[in-house]
C-alpha cells in the first residue's frame, strides 16, 4: 500500500490509453470490459493473434501450396467468425431495442436497466451506456458493484483535467446512495492520482478526512482506508526526508516536521478507535516511531482494545451469518442506542441498510432516531430522500419526508415538488392515497394566516380539498375498484377548517350533506360527529334538525342517537319540541324492535329447521348401521352353514352344493345392495369369487381388531392423525419412530374397517402434553408419498367452532401467492428466488391429497413492506419458460354449499337432497329404489329391516298422479 501511494504521489498524472494501431478497430478508447467491434475481414484477420502473422512470416517458398491452402482455411474461418460475431451483434441489438422500448412503458423496472446496461457495454455503445446508467441513477440508487463497474468505465477512459472533474462528480453522487467503504477507498486513491494538479494535495486529504469520518468507524473494512490515508501521508514524509537535513530549523519545523506531525496524529487517532487488527497496527506504530509511545496513546489504545471486545459478539455474528442478515443488524443497532455514540449509531444503521435498502422499516427507525436525536438539518433530509429513493411504495417514509421538510424550513416549491412526486410513487392500497393527501393538506393548513378573511394560501388549500377529492373519485377509485376514504375524512377535514377557522358554517353543512349522500347516513358516529360540529359552531335549530333526520336514518345504534335527541330537548327545548322527539324516538325505537324480534325468530327457525335435518341424518345413519349389520351377520351364517356342508358330504355332492352357496351369496349381495342404495344411493362392488376366496374372506372377518373406546380425557396428551395411505399394512411400526422424535408415546391406535382394513387414520397418545404440540409440527410431512395431517385432538360436538384448517383465508399483506410455477420446481429453488427480495419466513409449496404438486404457492415475509417489492419484482418473472403470477395473499372466502331440495316423487313436497360427496349425485346415476316402493298408498316397510325415516315415509305416501314413459323420460333427464 505504500509503494502505491508513493509510486501515485509521484506520478500524479494519470496517462491516456494508447490509441488502437489496428487498422480495423476504433479510435476511441473503450471502457475496461468493452468489446471492440472488428468491423472488416483484415481487421478479423489481425484480430487472429501473433501466431496467425508469425506463421505467415515464416513460411518458405517451397510451401506455397501449403501456404495457399491455409491462407484460404483462415479466410474462411475469419468469414465464420466474423458472421457468428455479426449474428450475435444483431440479437444483442435486437435485444436492446426491447428492452429501450419496455423501458419506455414502465420505467421502474429495474432488472431492464440492469440488462440494458450490461448488453450496451458488451456492445461497446459508450454514449447510450452513459445514457442509460445516469437515467437509471435518477430514478434507483445504484448497488456498490453498479457504481464501482461505472466508475472504473470512466476513470479508464479519463484523459484529461475535465474528465477527472466528471469522475469527482460520479464519485461524490456514489457516496450518497450508500455508505461503502470500497467506494471510498476508491475515491481516495484516484484522488492521489491528481495531487499534481492545482490543489491536488488538499483534495487528497479532504477526500480521505470525509471517508474517516464516514466509514473510519467500520470494524471491519475501516482500517483499509485509515492505511491508505496514513501511507499517502507517509510517502510524503519519505520524500521529504534527504533534504530535511538542509532546512533550516524553522523551514524543517513549517515544513518536514509538520508533516511528521500528520503521520503521528493518524497514528494516535486510529489506535483511539476500535477496529479489527489494532495490535498490528500498534505494533507497526511502534517500530515507525523514533520517540516512545506517549502514555495517553497507550490509554486510548486500551480502551479502544476493551470495547473492541464487546463489538466482536456482534461482528462475528454478522460475519457467520448470510445477507441480508437483518436480525444481526437490529440487535446490533439496539446495542449502540444503548450505548449512545451518534457517529457510531449511523454508521450501523448504514452498514445495515447497504444490505436491507428494501426494507421500510429500517429507514423509518433511522430516520426517526435522526428527526429526534441529532436534528441535524443536512443529515436529516438526505436520510428522507433516499428512503424514498429505496421505498417509494411506502407512504409513511413520505409523510415523514414532507413533514421533515416542513420542520426544517424548506421551500413551499420544494415540499410541493416532493408531494406530486409522491402522488406518482404508487403506493400498494387506496387508504395510503389519504393519508398523504391528508399530511399535505395538514401542511397547507398550517401555512394559513386565518386572520385574514381571504389569502393565496387560504385559496390554495381550497383548490386542493378540491383536487384531493377529484383525485381520490377519479385515480384512487379506478385503480383499485375501491374507495380509498369511504368514511370521507378529507372531506371531514375540510369541513372543521371551513367551520373552525373560516366561521363559514354554511359550506360546512353542505360537505356534511355530501358525506352522508355517501352512504354514511346509517352509521350513528357520523351524525354525532357532524351534530358536535353544529353543537360548538352552529345553532341548536340545525343541531335539533341533524339529529331528527339521524333518528330516522342509523341503522347501527339507534337507541344512542335518540337518547342524544332527547338529552338535547330536555336541556334546551320547548314542550312541543320534548313532545314531538319523545313520539319520533317511540315510533323508531317500536320499529327497530319490530325488525329485531322478526330476524329472530328468522334465525330460530333456520336453527330449529337445522336441528331437525342433524335429527334427521342421524335417525337415517342409524337405520342404515342396523341394515348393514343385519345383512352382514346373514351372509355370515350362510358362508358359515356352506362351510360346515362342504367337510360332512359326499364329493359328488360338491359342486351342488358350490352351486347353492353362489347362488346364496349373490341373493344376499343383491339383497343388501337393493336396500343400501334405498337410503344412500351409494353403489356397493360386492365380489363374488371362488369358495378358496370366500373362506379368506370370511376368516378377515373374523379377525380379532381391539375395540378401545376414545378417552376425551386424554386429547390434551393425544394427536389425531389422518390422510394416511390404506396400503400402510402396519400402521403403528410404520408411525412410531416418527412421533417418537417428539417424546415417549405410550399408545398408536389405528382405526380398521370392520372387515379389518386400516382406514387411513389413527389416534396417537403421548405421555406428555408438550410431546403433544411438537408433534403437531409434523403436519404434512410425507408418508409413502402421501402428506399426513396432524391435528389436536378436539371433540367438535363439544367444541363446534374449532376449525382444523391451520391457513388464513383473509388478506395477508405479509404473504404472497404464486400459481404458474412448474410441477418440477423444488422448494428449495423457489425459495432462493424469493430470498432476493426479503426474509421469507415461511414458504409452502401446495400439494393435492397424493402429494403432488399443484403449481402454486404461498410466500410469507417478515413484513408488508418486502412482500409488496417482491410483488414488483417477481410478478410476471419467467421460471423454466413458466411465467409465474405473484399477488398479495387474499383467499376467497370458504362458502358452504347449499343443499339442494328434489322430489322424490312427481308432486310431492320438496326434501332436502342428501348429498354425495363433494359435487353430489350424478344426473346418470340411477336410483334402484323398488317400483313397489313407489305405489299409492300406506308407507312401505323395509324387507328385513326398519321403517323408512319420516322424510322418506312422507314423500312415499304423497298422492302422485299416473306418468306416461315419455313423461317419466323428461323427468329423469332434466338437468
Not at 250 to 270: A, I, Y
Not at 393 to 411: F, I, P
Amino acid at each position: 500500500m505504500a509503494t502505491a501511494a508513493a509510486s501515485s504521489a509521484s506520478e500524479p498524472e494519470v496517462e491516456p490509453q494508447a490509441r488502437p494501431e489496428a487498422e480495423g478497430e476504433e479510435d476511441e478508447a473503450k471502457p475496461a470490459g468493452v468489446q471492440r467491434k472488428v468491423p472488416s475481414r483484415a481487421g478479423a484477420a489481425e484480430a487472429k493473434g501473433p501466431g496467425w502473422d508469425l506463421q505467415r512470416e515464416g513460411a518458405s517458398e517451397s510451401d506455397g501450396d501449403e501456404e495457399d491452402a491455409m491462407a484460404s482455411s483462415a479466410e474462411s474461418s475469419a468469414g465464420e467468425d466474423e458472421w457468428d460475431y455479426d449474428e450475435e451483434e444483431e440479437k444483442n441489438q435486437l435485444e436492446i431495442e426491447r428492452l429501450e422500448e419496455q423501458l419506455s412503458i414502465n420505467g421502474y423496472d429495474y432488472n431492464c436497466h440492469v440488462e440494458l446496461i450490461r448488453l450496451l457495454r458488451l456492445e461497446g455503445e459508450l454514449s447510450r451506456v452513459r445514457a442509460a446508467r445516469q437515467k437509471m441513477s435518477e430514478l434507483f440508487p445504484l448497488t456498490e458493484e453498479l457504481w464501482l463497474e461505472w466508475l472504473h468505465d470512466e476513470i479508464s477512459m479519463a484523459m484529461d483535467g475535465l474528465d477527472r472533474e466528471h469522475v469527482y462528480e460520479l464519485f461524490e453522487r456514489a457516496v450518497k446512495d450508500y455508505i461503502c467503504p470500497n467506494i471510498w477507498l476508491e475515491y481516495g486513491q484516484y484522488s492521489v492520482g491528481g495531487i499534481g494538479q492545482k490543489g491536488g494535495l488538499e483534495k487528497v486529504r479532504s477526500v480521505f478526512e470525509r471517508a474517516l469520518s464516514s466509514v473510519g468507524l467500520h470494524m471491519t473494512k475501516g482500517l483499509a482506508i485509515w492505511e491508505a490515508y496514513r501511507e499517502f501521508e507517509s510517502a510524503i514524509v519519505e520524500a521529504a526526508r534527504p533534504i530535511a537535513a538542509l532546512l533550516s530549523p524553522s523551514d524543517r519545523e513549517q515544513t518536514f516536521d509538520s508533516q511528521l506531525e500528520k503521520v503521528h496524529s493518524l497514528f494516535r487517532r486510529q489506535l483511539a478507535i476500535p477496529l479489527y487488527e489494532m495490535e498490528a497496527t500498534f505494533a507497526e506504530y511502534e517500530e515507525w516511531s523514533e520517540e516512545p509511545i506517549p502514555e495517553s496513546v497507550l490509554q486510548s489504545y486500551q480502551k479502544a482494545l476493551g470495547q473492541l471486545e464487546k463489538y466482536k459478539p456482534f461482528e462475528e455474528a454478522l460475519l457467520q451469518a448470510e445477507a441480508p442478515r437483518l436480525a444481526e443488524y437490529q440487535a446490533y443497532i439496539d446495542f449502540e442506542m444503548k450505548i449512545g455514540d451518534p457517529a457510531r449509531v449511523q454508521l450501523i444503521f448504514e452498514r445495515a441498510l447497504v444490505e436491507n435498502c428494501l426494507v421500510p422499516d429500517l429507514w423509518i427507525r433511522y430516520s426517526q432516531y435522526l428527526d429526534r436525536q441529532l436534528k441535524v438539518k443536512d443529515l436529516v433530509l438526505s436520510v428522507h430522500s433516499r428512503a424514498v429513493r429505496n421505498c417509494p411504495w411506502t407512504v409513511a417514509l413520505w409523510s415523514r419526508y414532507l413533514l421533515a421538510m416542513e420542520r426544517h424550513g424548506l421551500d413551499h416549491q420544494m415540499i410541493s415538488a416532493t408531494f406530486e412526486n409522491a402522488l406518482s410513487a404508487g403506493f400498494i392500497q387506496a387508504t395510503d392515497y389519504v393519508e398523504i393527501w391528508q399530511v399535505y393538506l395538514d401542511y397547507l393548513r398550517r401555512r394559513v394566516d386565518f386572520r385574514q378573511d381571504s389569502s393565496k394560501e387560504l385559496e390554495e388549500l381550497r383548490s386542493m380539498f378540491t383536487r384531493a377529492l377529484e383525485y381520490l373519485q377519479q385515480e384512487v377509485e379506478e385503480r383499485f375498484s375501491e374507495s380509498g376514504d369511504p368514511s370521507c375524512l378529507i372531506m371531514q377535514s375540510w369541513a372543521r377548517v371551513e367551520a373552525r377557522l373560516c366561521n363559514n358554517m354554511q359550506r360546512a353543512r353542505e360537505l356534511w350533506d355530501s358525506i352522508m349522500t355517501r352512504g354514511n347516513a346509517k352509521y350513528a358516529h357520523m351524525w354525532l360527529e357532524y351534530y358536535n360540529l353544529e353543537r360548538a359552531h352552529g345553532d341548536t335549530q340545525h343541531c335539533r334538525k341533524a339529529l331528527h333526520r339521524a333518528v330516522q336514518c342509523t341503522s347501527d345504534y339507534p337507541e344512542h342517537v335518540c337518547e342524544v335527541l332527547l338529552t338535547m330537548e330536555r336541556t334546551e327545548g320547548t314542550l312541543e319540541d320534548w313532545d314531538l322527539a319523545i313520539q319520533k324516538t317511540e315510533t323508531r325505537l317500536a320499529r327497530v324492535n319490530e325488525q329485531r324480534m322478526k330476524a329472530a325468530e328468522k334465525e330460530a327457525a333456520l336453527v330449529q329447521q337445522e336441528e331437525e335435518k342433524a335429527e334427521q341424518r342421524k335417525k337415517v345413519r342409524a337405520e342404515k348401521k342396523a341394515l348393514k349389520k343385519k345383512t352382514r351377520g346373514a351372509s355370515k351364517r350362510r358362508a358359515d352353514e356352506d362351510e360346515e356342508n362342504e367337510w360332512g358330504e359326499e364329493e359328488e355332492e360338491q359342486p351342488s352344493k358350490r352351486r347353492r352357496t353362489e347362488n346364496s351369496l349373490a341373493s344376499g349381495a343383491a339383497s343388501a345392495m337393493k336396500e343400501e342404495t334405498e337410503l344412500s344411493g351409494k353403489c356397493l362392488t360386492i365380489d363374488v369369487g371362488p369358495p378358496s376366496k370366500q373362506k379368506e374372506k370370511a376368516a378377515s372377518l373374523k379377525r380379532d381388531l381391539p375395540k378401545v373406546a376414545h378417552d376425551s380425557s386424554k386429547d390434551s396428551v393425544t394427536v389425531f392423525v389422518s390422510n394416511l395411505p390404506y396400503s400402510i399394512e402396519e400402521p403403528e411400526v410404520k408411525l412410531r419412530p416418527l412421533f417418537e422424535a417428539c417424546g415417549e408415546v405410550v399408545q398408536i391406535r389405528p382405526i380398521f374397517s370392520n372387515r379389518g382394513d386400516f382406514r387411513g387414520y389413527c389416534y396417537v397418545e403421548f405421555k406428555e402434553e408438550t410431546s403433544a404440540r411438537q408433534a403437531l409440527e409434523l403436519d404434512r410431512k410425507s408418508v409413502e408419498g402421501r402428506p399426513m395431517f396432524v391435528s389436536p385432538c378436539v371433540d367438535k360436538s363439544k367444541n363446534p367452532d374449532f376449525k382444523v384448517f391451520r391457513y388464513s383465508t383473509t388478506l395477508e399483506k405479509h404473504k404472497l401467492f404464486i400459481s404458474g410455477l412448474p410441477f418440477s420446481c423444488t422448494k428449495e429453488e423457489l425459495e432462493d428466488i424469493c430470498k432476493a427480495h426479503g426474509t421469507v419466513k415461511d414458504l409452502r409449496l401446495v400439494t393435492n391429497r397424493a402429494g403432488k404438486p399443484k403449481g402454486l404457492a404461498y410466500v410469507e415475509y417478515e413484513n408488508e413492506s418486502q412482500a409488496s417489492q417482491a410483488v414488483m419484482k417477481m410478478d410476471g418473472m419467467a421460471i423454466r419458460e413458466n411465467v409465474i403470477k405473484v399477488a398479495i395473499s387474499n383467499p376467497p372466502q370458504r362458502k358452504v354449499p347449499e343443499k339442494p331440495e328434489v322430489r322424490t316423487a312427481p308432486g310431492a313436497p320438496m326434501v332436502p337432497r342428501q348429498m354425495y360427496g363433494a359435487r353430489g349425485k350424478g344426473r346418470t346415476q340411477l336410483s334402484l329404489l323398488p317400483r313397489a316402493l313407489q305405489r299409492q298408498g300406506a308407507a312401505p316397510q323395509a324387507e328385513n329391516g326398519p321403517a323408512p325415516g319420516p322424510a322418506v315415509t312422507a314423500a312415499v305416501a304423497t298422492e302422485a298422479p299416473k306418468m306416461s314413459n315419455a313423461d317419466f323420460a323428461k323427468l329423469l333427464l332434466r338437468k
